[in-house]
């Protein structure tokens, strides 16, 4: 029946679902329990009646405040779609900013120590993550080969790889190899125990992701290379993998930036990166919430990097699609 009614009257439906919206955001903003200080602060006299009111203030402000989400996506449909995304990023951006401000931070404080956190943390975290992606890189292609493979040894070694990696937890990945190859006599840092942790842990589940762009590409294609007297490890390098990639490089670019997230997880063996850093210099002035916010927006941009390096691949790769 509402398919019948969306065929057969789409302006109406159009229509009331524009309707509906503003009036599920006020809802759900009333349910959240809004504040209506805003406008008391725009509106110096309505203070006293928005206090003596309050279920009506907080209605209020829902549904001003669903108007003007209302208004601002009717006037930036009106833009081109460039302006349309930059619209948007600058608005949000603009609400993140404010709902930091909301919190008293003491800009001083990150002045002083922004600096040494950006020389000191940010490059051990770039340090350990480019090490560990490039070993992770490795290690997924070899296991990805290894279960394709018609060798039932090989293929047992890289499932229980798979298996075990990607079952245990990260953190206790990093306390094991740490704290554990020490009792069988090798003795290692900090630093590459979080390097050979990332490593093993991203690689294993690269190692499906490999696995499938590799499946991805058919068999014809393997078929041909080996017509053409190409050897196996000619028909992969030359044929296979640049045709899988484009199929490769999404997930494992989501992969890169998890990785580089999660490389704040060596903190807890003392390796002085971002996180690290950030605690143990917001606990000098108790200012902690200073700290974690700028940690916060240093690891925000380091992912922004990688995201534009992730989408110049995909569209190097996808070429011959366009």
Not at 24 to 48: N, Q, T, V
Not at 275 to 280: D, G, N, P
Request: some cysteine.
């Amino acid at each position: 029946m509402i398919g019948r009614l969306m065929l057969s009257y789409p302006g109406l439906v159009r229509h009331a679902a524009a309707a509906l919206f503003p009036a599920l955001l006020a809802a759900a903003l009333y349910a959240m329990g809004i504040k209506s200080s805003w406008i008391g602060s725009l509106m110096p006299l309505a203070s006293d009646w928005l206090h003596a009111n309050p279920a009506l203030s907080r209605a209020l402000s829902a549904v001003l405040i669903a108007l003007l989400v209302l208004v601002n996506c009717k006037l930036l449909l009106l833009l081109p779609r460039r302006q349309q995304i930059a619209g948007v990023w600058i608005e949000l951006f603009a609400l993140l900013m404010l709902f930091f401000y909301s919190f008293d931070l003491s800009f001083a404080f990150i002045a002083r120590k922004v600096g040494f956190l950006i020389t000191q943390g940010v490059t051990t975290t770039l340090y350990i993550s480019a090490i560990s992606i490039l070993i992770a890189t490795l290690i997924a292609l070899v296991g990805a080969i290894a279960k394709l493979t018609g060798n039932g040894i090989v293929y047992g070694l890289a499932t229980f790889y798979t298996s075990l990696f990607r079952g245990l937890p990260l953190l206790m990945q990093i306390y094991i190899i740490y704290l554990g190859l020490p009792q069988v006599g090798y003795v290692i840092g900090a630093v590459p125990a979080g390097i050979v942790a990332l490593s093993l842990c991203y690689g294993a589940y690269m190692t499906e992701i490999f696995r499938a762009g590799i499946e991805s590409i058919p068999r014809g294609q393997s078929e041909g290379a080996t017509a053409l007297g190409l050897s196996p490890g000619q028909t992969m390098a030359l044929v296979i993998l640049p045709q899988a990639m484009r199929v490769i490089i999404p997930p494992t670019g989501n992969q890169f930036i998890a990785m580089l997230k999660d490389s704040s997880l060596v903190s807890v063996v003392g390796v002085w990166e971002i996180m690290y850093l950030a605690r143990t210099m917001g606990q000098t002035e108790f200012r902690h919430i200073e700290m974690l916010i700028t940690a916060s927006m240093i690891y925000w941009i380091l992912s922004i990097a990688l995201e534009f390096g992730q989408a110049y691949l995909e569209r190097r790769f996808g070429r011959s699609e366009r």
